[in-house]
């Protein structure tokens, strides 16, 4: 049986799909992944990405931290207006007709919402929400990228605060909740998809351990430390994969 169709039959047999995606979900909407040969750990940069994107880092270089952040996570200067692809539109459509119970994502990127995704656990939370690191005021996306001050940080409107990303930067732990919810839907899960991921970043990675089910889908351009737990895997592109995919209601 052709891959596809063998994914699309495990689709069909299933109920209660989670997703599971990281950076590679978003590359076909123009945004970088970190670790292919074009994205961010393949470019030149003063510092290594993991020391610019570090909790560390942030407090001590908070301005050098914004450039490459502004630049390089909120593409600014860039005309891309990142939008949902066919992968994240077919999650969303999957969740509607009630077969996917939750996407867990490492993106920040808010494409999943964008598309429409009710159940999103945002494992490293997101550039949509920001907040003042004195007075704890929240500020959205257009807020941070309207508002500067001459080191490129942006502040409170109310306290004059330094504004914060609600991304969870390395040295920094995840949020209970999220994590809760996170694991809850993939051990109740009976098929997970796998897609776009390195799954080298870790507590992330470490979730889909929690998956007792037999129907494993790996979906990634080149090959992962799991393939060879997975029921299927398919090396193609993510995008063009979901869009091979019939969405019918149970
Ligand atoms: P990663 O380590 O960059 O890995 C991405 C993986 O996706 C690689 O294995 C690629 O081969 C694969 N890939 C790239 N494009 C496609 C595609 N179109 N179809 C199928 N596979 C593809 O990214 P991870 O998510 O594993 O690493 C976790 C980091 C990356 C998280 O902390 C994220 O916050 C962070 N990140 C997020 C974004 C975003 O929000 N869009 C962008 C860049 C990095």
């Given amino acids: 049986m052709e891959k596809i169709e063998e994914l699309q039959k495990m689709i069909d047999e299933s109920s209660k799909i989670v997703f599971f995606g990281g950076a590679g979900v978003s590359t076909e909407s123009g945004i970088p992944d970190f670790r292919s040969v074009d994205g961010l750990y393949n ?38 207006e990142p939008q949902p692809n066919s992968a994240h539109l077919k999650l969303a459509e999957l969740e509607a007709a009630g077969k996917l119970t939750a996407v867990v994502t490492q993106n920040i990127d808010g494409l999943h919402q964008m598309a429409g995704s009710r159940t999103v656990y945002e494992l490293h939370g997101t550039i949509m929400k920001n907040y003042c690191e004195t007075c704890h005021k929240f500020f959205n996306l257009d807020y941070v990228k309207n508002n500067k001050d001459e080191r490129g940080v942006p502040c409170c409107d ?43 970043v870790y507590p992330a990675a470490g979730l889909i351990d929690y998956y007792r089910g037999n129907k494993l889908v790996l979906i990634n351009k080149s090959t992962t430390s799991a393939d060879s737990r997975a029921n299927l895997v398919i090396n193609d592109s993510i995008g063009k994969v979901f869009s091979q995919i019939q969405v019918k209601k149970p």
């Avoid at 914060?164 to 839907?185: H, M, N, Q, S």
Wanted: aromatic letters at 12%; one cysteine or more.
């Fill in 43 to 80: 470019q030149k940069y003063d510092y290594p990405p993991e020391t610019i994107l570090s909790h560390t880092f942030y407090m001590r270089k908070k301005g050098d931290f914004y450039k490459f952040y502004r630049e390089k996570i909120l593409l600014e200067g860039s005309s891309l």
């Fill in 158 to 200: 109310e306290c004059g605060g330094d504004i914060k990303p609600d991304v969870v930067l390395y040295e920094e732990g995840l949020d209970g909740a999220t994590l809760d919810g996170a694991i809850r839907a993939i051990s109740e899960a009976d098929m997970l998809i796998i897609g776009g991921t390195s799954l080298v």
